[in-house]
């Protein structure tokens, strides 16, 4: 019954969360198409939104709606998943599953306005390889997946941190392994930051390189104190475990006298 009653209203946030977001289509819609009509207006370019059937436009209305739904009623279904995972957990997994959870949803919700912001400047960046001469008539779409994976991908990369903690906690990764990876991951983040910029001057790029940095390296300190303190632990478990021994050794050999 717990099971049914958290899809319910797992179901019922997702449904008024697709009816906001079928109310604030259009307006979203004429701001996720205002860096096609600018290139069009102000570079001598032909740029345009194209639908190439007679009900794509209220397929494409549908699937923004419900791609809207999921995103508003998060949550909604993200805290129902953690109530049906929670009774079976013990007290510490408990904590640390509802702290991942605390810093994840804030994460990814900040990776995905950083890509609104920086989605302008990459659409002109990307136009701007058309030869001279031809023309960009876009299908919606195509489009719309475009910017539905711009959003995932910079929320995803913004819950890179949360994963390389993670790992670090089950012990697939260790603090040394990231921090010797630093150079490529700061060469990685400064190409895209340079490629993503939401302006074209310097500052625009440090804006987008910063908190990426940022989470990388607390990550990879929050990382090797974890380390430090899983060594102190195993140190001091072979120490009792040492003297247990020790403690049976002196015994055996009192009984023997």
């Known amino acids: 019954m717990v099971e049914v009653a958290g899809l319910i209203k797992s179901a019922i946030g997702i449904f008024l969360g697709g009816v906001a977001g079928f109310l604030l289509y259009n307006p979203l819609f004429s701001q996720l198409i205002a860096p096609i009509m600018n290139v069009a207006d102000n570079e001598d370019r032909f740029a345009s939104i194209n639908f190439d059937g007679v009900a794509s436009s209220f397929d494409l209305m549908v699937q923004t709606s419900v791609f809207l739904g999921l995103l508003l009623s998060s949550p909604v279904w993200l805290y129902q998943m953690w109530a049906f995972i929670t009774p079976g957990l013990k ?6 599953a509802l702290s991942f959870m605390a810093v994840s949803v804030p994460l990814f919700v900040g990776g995905v306005f950083l890509a609104w912001l920086v989605l302008p400047n990459a659409v002109r960046a990307l136009l701007r390889f058309t030869p001279e001469g ?10 719309l997946t475009f910017v539905m994976r711009l959003l995932l991908a910079f929320g995803i990369a913004f819950l890179l941190p949360v994963v390389l903690f993670g790992l ?18 700061v ?5 895209l930051g340079a490629m993503a910029a939401p302006g074209p001057d310097i500052m625009s790029m440090f804006y987008l ?12 300190g929050l990382c090797l104190l974890n380390d430090k303190r899983r060594r102190r632990r195993t140190v001091k478990r072979e120490d009792e475990t040492e ?3 020790d403690t049976a050794t002196s015994a055996d050999n009192l009984s023997n006298l």
């Open 91 to 96: 007290d510490k997994e408990r904590r640390v």
């Open 187 to 191: 060469l990685f983040v400064c190409v």
């Open 168 to 185: 670090n906690l089950l012990g697939v990764l260790s603090g040394r392994q990231i921090l010797k990876s630093w150079r490529i991951t």
């Open 243 to 245: 003297a247990a021994a």
């Open 209 to 220: 390189v910063i908190p990426l940095l940022f989470f990388f390296f607390l990550a990879t």
């Open 134 to 143: 031809g023309s960009n008539v876009i299908t919606a779409q195509l489009y």
